[in-house]
């Protein structure tokens, strides 16, 4: 299991502090914050990866220094993500992200739209698909929570067995601060821990 450090909105000494307590993996959701918080700390070096919304305007300042894009959340983003792997010579890691949550607001892939872009992964030739990453209902309802964290395990099971060529596709992207417990218990490999880290953000 693989925890993220969500350090967005934190300031790059919160990162080196929580580097010298041993965490490596760091998480963050804007573009321009994730360059040059990349830069600021390069002489650690951590595994970064891209959480956030990421318009194809902005590839260049996530997809060099991104170990995984966990947000894909549309086919026009991976055709670009494919596109700009292919112009420069490197195969971008990435998760899709699943629509679970109630919010209408949340962005994500329906379930058909996932297999479709699955169906059709080998035209990706600079992109590898990792597994999935999901946002469960923003509630306090376990009920609900379970029932998100259920549907994407399962679909991702069945997403596995479907396309065993992908054989990278093994992450499970679930479980926040306040629900990370939970996803535990639906197979998460990867949580993504802002709030329960760094403290409430400053927006
Ligand atoms: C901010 C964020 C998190 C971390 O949220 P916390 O509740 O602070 O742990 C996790 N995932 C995504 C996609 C985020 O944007």
Avoid at 66 to 71: E, G, Y
Avoid at 171 to 181: K, P
């Amino acid at each position: 299991m693989k925890l993220v450090a969500v350090s967005k909105f934190h300031p790059e000494e919160a990162i080196r502090e929580a580097y010298a307590a041993g965490q490596r993996v760091f998480g963050e959701n804007r573009p321009q914050e994730f360059a040059r918080k990349v830069e600021a700390l390069k002489d650690l070096g951590p595994e970064w990866h891209f959480i956030g919304h990421l318009q194809t305007n902005k590839l260049k300042l996530v997809l060099p220094y991104a170990d995984l894009v966990q947000s894909v959340d549309s086919a026009h983003l991976l055709d670009a993500i494919q596109d700009w792997g292919k112009a420069n010579g490197k195969v971008i890691r990435v998760l899709l992200e699943l629509h679970i949550g109630a919010e209408e607001t949340k962005t994500g892939f329906k379930e058909e739209v996932v297999l479709d872009i699955l169906f059709r992964a080998g035209k990706y030739t600079h992109v590898r698909f990792c597994g999935l990453m999901g946002m469960a209902s923003h509630t306090d309802c376990e009920e609900d929570i379970r029932a998100d964290f259920a549907r994407i395990a399962d679909f991702k099971a069945y997403l596995a067995d479907l396309f065993p060529e992908l054989t990278d596709f093994r992450e499970l992207s679930i479980g926040m601060s306040g629900d990370w417990r939970i996803a535990l218990d639906y197979g998460a490999t990867i949580v993504r821990i802002g709030t329960a880290i760094f403290g409430e953000r400053q927006y």
